[in-house]
Nanobody, 123 residues
Framework: QVQLVESGGGLVQAGGSLRLSCAASGRTFSTLSMAWFRQAPGKEREFVAAITKSGGSTDYADSVKGRFTISRDNAKNTVYLQMNSLKPEDTAVYYC????????????????WGQGTQVTVSS
């Protein structure tokens, strides 16, 4: 069973940037589609971005298109989320997730989740 550990969250001013990382244990990382979700206080967990196992295809929520970039390094068993032009409404706990199939925004499709990393954007 793969395990996921996120890092890179923090406090940033509006307009700033952060890069989140998600390190996966195990030797099956390259067979998994990966995604980032986020959950703000009092709200449901929502899809942010996803990437296929090869990294050849990506998908984004409309709210982050053009500002966030998901990428992966299969040699390092790591998926990244580069977040630019951050807004206060991006404040949330960010989770990475893994799936054996690619249905980007379907939350129930993801069987493995990390513990989350807090991102706070001040205005």
């Amino acid at each position: 069973q793969v395990q996921l550990v996120e890092s890179g969250g923090g406090l940033v001013q509006a307009g700033g940037s952060l890069r989140l990382s998600c390190a996966a244990s195990g030797r099956t990382f390259s067979t998994l589609s990966m995604a980032w979700f986020r959950q703000a206080p009092g709200k449901e967990r929502e899809f942010v971005a996803a990437i296929t196992k090869s990294g050849g295809s990506t998908d984004y929520a409309d709210s982050v298109k053009g500002r966030f970039t998901i990428s992966r390094d299969n040699a390092k068993n790591t998926v990244y989320l580069q977040m630019n032009s951050l807004k206060p409404e991006d404040t949330a706990v960010y989770y990475c997730a893994a799936s054996t199939v690619y249905h980007p925004s379907l939350r129930r499709n993801y069987g493995v989740w990390g513990q989350g990393t807090q991102v706070t954007v001040s205005s």
